[in-house]
């Protein structure tokens, strides 16, 4: 390949030939100056040539980058921007219509810490693993955790696929205290506006909301129109730098019937989340098949999957939890702890109740999760 990375240095290059020292016509050969008179131009620069090679690449979606982008940014910055009592109500009510059993962070990470205490978990002996989305909204959630087990091995990527697969499960292993024991916290997310809107969410420095998780609804419109006839199957990526993308709708597309026979946005964003909870639920699982061995004998491995529910800012998070079990190295279930988990509600005043309008809008012997 030649030799020169900037054009800078290919313009040294041939102004040696006033030296009368050997140039190098083409990528084949070298001449002497005196042979022929050098009239060709440099070479063009190997980081256009890059860029060239990887523009030619494959991403395994039948769309560009940048309308990919589109699909996930055509709305933001609408709805209402600012905050209010009536809001911050009406955010609790929708949790608590939409999903139903969602926990405070707070008070999730709470009992969490408390129901593993009988099995020898604790703040000194416990890596916690985390499978979240890169959102940013998703690290006060990651931090509610943190306070209770310590920094996090990270595994997750776009929409909380844990994209660091078999090897990075296998590695965090390793990295469990010895004599200790691991917590693996994963899920996807979505948001809640100050409008209820599911699937947006009010960001900071933002005149609006936007997507949320927007890897997500690119993902389901994408399916859509392969579903549609619109757009070509998915293909593998060739490039590393558009592929997590690609498998999120790879995982997607066997489930995006069932998302789409839903009556309406809401309904299919809430299937949409739970869809992708099983996906994930699902590889994790293929995961610990191959990379299970690699947890010590004398540790327990615990597996808190669920559903983030984020807000806006300066109201509580939320989770739903779909599976909380400890497992022994083995993957034998030691224990299911999720009835006991979901127990852990906090009741919302009846002066709350009754100003938010949430009366009957919450399941659950007439309990109201709030934050």
């Known amino acids: 390949t030649f030799p020169y990375h900037t054009s800078q240095q290919c313009r040294r290059a041939y102004k040696r030939t006033f030296n009368n020292v050997y140039i190098r016509r083409s990528p084949e050969r070298w001449e002497h100056p005196t042979q022929e008179r050098m009239t060709s131009t440099p070479p063009k620069s190997?980081?256009?040539?890059?860029?060239?090679?990887?523009?030619?690449?494959r991403s395994g979606l039948d769309m560009s980058f940048h309308s990919v982008m589109n699909l996930m940014h055509s709305h933001d910055e609408s709805g209402t921007v600012g905050t209010?009592?009536?809001?911050?109500?009406?955010?609790?009510?929708?949790?608590?219509?939409?999903?139903p059993g969602a926990l405070p962070s707070h008070r999730m990470a709470k009992q969490v810490s408390k129901l593993l205490e009988k099995h020898g978990y604790n703040a000194t002996n416990t890596l916690l693993s985390t499978s979240l989305s890169s959102d940013e909204v998703?690290?006060?959630?990651?931090?509610?955790?943190?306070?209770?087990?310590?920094?996090?091995?990270?595994?997750?990527?776009?929409?909380g696929f844990p994209f660091g697969g078999v090897v990075g499960f296998g590695n965090m292993a390793h990295h469990i205290p010895i004599g200790g024991n691991g917590l693996v916290f994963y899920g996807p997310h979505v948001g809640i506006d100050f409008d209820l809107v599911i699937g947006k969410v009010n960001r900071r420095g933002h005149n609006g909301s936007s997507e949320c998780c927007g890897s997500a609804s690119a993902a389901l419109e994408y399916c859509r129109r392969v579903k549609a006839g619109e757009?070509?199957?998915?293909?593998?990526?060739?490039?590393i730098t558009e592929s997590q993308q690609t498998w999120v709708c790879h995982e997607l597309l066997p489930m995006t019937d069932?998302?789409?026979?839903?009556?309406?946005?809401?309904?299919?964003?809430?299937?949409?989340?739970?869809?992708?909870?099983?996906?994930?639920?699902?590889?994790?699982?293929?995961?610990?098949?191959?990379?299970?061995?690699?947890?010590?004998?004398?540790?327990?491995?615990?597996?808190?999957?669920?559903?983030?529910?984020?807000t806006p800012e300066g109201n509580a998070e939320y989770f739903l939890p779909k599976k909380f079990?400890?497992?022994?190295?083995?993957?034998?279930?030691?224990?299911?702890?999720?009835?006991?988990?979901?127990?852990?509600?906090?009741?919302?005043?009846?002066?709350?109740?009754?100003k938010a309008g949430m009366q009957g809008s919450l399941g659950g012997a007439g309990h109201k999760t709030y934050g």
């Open 258 to 310: 069932r998302i789409l026979k839903e009556d309406g946005e809401e309904a299919q964003n809430i299937q949409l989340y739970s869809s992708l909870y099983e996906a994930q639920d699902a590889m994790m699982g293929r995961i610990l098949a191959k990379a299970g061995d690699q947890i010590r004998e004398d540790s327990k491995i615990a597996f808190l999957g669920g559903i983030t529910i984020n």
């Open 325 to 354: 079990v400890v497992m022994d190295n083995k993957g034998t279930v030691v224990d299911d702890l999720l009835e006991d988990l979901l127990a852990a509600k906090a009741i919302v005043p009846s002066r709350m109740t009754k």
């Open 84 to 99: 209010s009592n009536t809001a911050v109500h009406g955010i609790i009510g929708k949790v608590g219509e939409c999903f």
């Open 138 to 159: 998703n690290r006060d959630i990651e931090d509610e955790m943190r306070q209770h087990f310590g920094n996090s091995y990270a595994i997750g990527g776009l929409c």
């Open 231 to 239: 757009l070509g199957e998915i293909g593998t990526p060739e490039d």
């Open 46 to 57: 190997p980081v256009l040539a890059a860029k060239k090679r990887l523009s030619s690449l």
